[in-house]
């Protein structure tokens, strides 16, 4: 079986897809990042997850992220928006996707494993700059100079599943993989129990995911 | 003044390259990396160095890279060689270059800086993948698709000035700057107060570039 490293948030877009790389036959090895996020319940939803496929290893990197801030999501004093943004929102993280697949480059190198998996996905999330299509492709441009296994030959896949998916299409792939969706949490100012607040961006975009799906939304919401 | 973030490890390279930086007239911002790294004391380093070049802002991220492993730096159980290697040294980070100049692009984006300057050079440490011209050109490539300030017509460049420079030109460039290089550690088992090994890789290419060029080696040894 070849090996792949997941990068596991804990929301529906990495648990859908663990359950890809899974029914693709990789061995998964999950790769949590602790960047003293706002929503950290999530980590623990990660862990939950990674128990429950039965990953072979799990790991959690922390960086103290809110060092260098710029996000409503690690910088405590800007307020996490309740309305949709016409421009990118202030939940973007500067380089969080770059700096999450520069981890999961290195986690695959320790391994030698040569496929990463990223649940980014470009509709829903269209302002992200980090979450086009060819920013993964530029990344893994780069990845295949950047280390010692690709001199040796080996080539390195940044797999982004769900990036042409809109949020009901992966619930419905996940779904189908038989995923249960109430382990996962995607509010950004999620309760410690993952109780969402049910106007974030998260949160609305995963309402409408679960409605547009016909999927029953199992998501426990704070009031 | 333009604003640049400067990679900043306490060693002779970088802080090197912060001279050059500095010469060409851009606002400083260091950002130094605690990996949980074999020579810790780089970073005491780094600080008094930061303090000496007064840059405007010093920022210290901490990761716990030894969870990931697979070098001698961040994993205690590989013992750091004493000779030289004909294949890529076992003190490798994986992916170490492409993971701290993500966290630089970061940095960058919240301060809206467009260079960042890293302390690489091809000539020493010809076997490090992460040390190539072909690989610093490659990340530059893909930070300019990677963050919100590129969608805004804003271009990042990765600013490797020592990239072709052996370490003897380095030390001169940096001695001609007023470099005093005392502050600096580069052993790979430094003590607390810096006082170096002498025989590890790092010692040994660092010896030579002082003996090369002429300049005093103001080096500290314990033995």
Redesign the interface.
């Known amino acids: 079986m070849k090996r792949a490293v997941v990068l596991l948030s804990g929301g529906i877009d990495s648990t859908t897809c663990l359950a890809i790389a899974q029914d693709l036959e990789f061995e998964c090895f999950a790769l949590s990042i602790n960047y003293e996020q706002r929503h950290s319940s999530e980590l623990n939803f990660a862990t939950r997850i990674g128990k429950e496929f039965a990953v072979i290893e799990h790991?959690?990197?922390?960086?103290?992220?809110s060092?260098?801030?710029?996000s409503a999501l690690t910088d405590m004093s800007i307020k996490v928006p309740e309305q949709q943004s016409s421009t990118?929102p202030v939940t973007?993280?500067?380089?969080?996707?770059?700096?999450f697949?520069?981890?999961a480059?290195?986690?695959a190198?320790?391994i030698t494993a040569q496929d990463i998996f990223i649940g980014v996905n470009a509709v829903d999330y269209s302002g992200y700059?980090?979450c086009?299509p060819?920013?993964i492709k530029?990344?893994e441009?780069?990845?295949n100079?950047?280390?010692?296994q690709?001199?040796t030959g080996d080539k390195i896949k940044i797999n982004a599943p769900l990036l042409n998916l809109t949020k009901a299409q992966i619930i419905t792939t996940g779904n189908k993989l038989g995923i249960d969706y109430s382990n996962t949490v995607s509010c950004y100012k999620a309760a410690a129990n993952g109780a969402a607040c049910g106007v974030c961006d998260s949160c609305r975009i995963r309402s409408r995911g679960f409605a547009v799906s016909g999927v029953v939304d199992p998501t426990i919401y704070r009031i």
Chains 1, 2 share one sequence.
């Open positions: 790991k959690i990197i922390n960086i103290n992220m060092e260098i801030g710029g990118i973007y993280v500067p380089a969080r996707n770059t700096i697949l520069s981890l480059l290195g986690y190198e320790t700059p980090d086009r060819k920013f530029s990344f441009t780069m990845a100079l950047a280390t010692k690709t001199i």
